[in-house]
């Protein structure tokens, strides 16, 4: 992985930590708007996070592939996954 590992690690834990707080939320019977913005951060946060991902892919792997052929074949999985994103 070419992205920043520590910046992805930090965002991951942070989530973590999000979805933690959310369980206890559940447990304790909270709002339930209060309950979906907290998710919603954590989705945010998760974003933030595959964003790093996929930016360094391409800004690497992409960038540094050995033939066309190896190029087109990584595009192509960008586009995959932006399907399932979209």
């Known amino acids: 992985m070419r992205a920043d590992k520590a910046k992805v690690t930090r965002l991951l834990k942070t989530a973590a930590g999000q979805i933690e707080g959310v369980l206890k939320m559940i447990e304790e019977d909270r709002y339930c708007l209060e309950i979906s913005s907290q998710i919603m951060a954590a989705q945010n946060v998760l974003k933030r996070a595959n964003r790093e991902v996929i930016s360094a892919h391409m800004a690497g ?3 540094d592939a050995e033939s066309p ?10 586009l995959t996954l932006l399907e399932k994103l979209l």
């Not at 052929?69 to 960008?78: A, D, P």
Request: glycine share 0%; hydrophobic share 25%; with cysteine.
């Open 69 to 78: 052929e190896e190029r087109e074949e990584k595009l192509e999985e960008i």
């Open 61 to 63: 792997c992409v960038r």
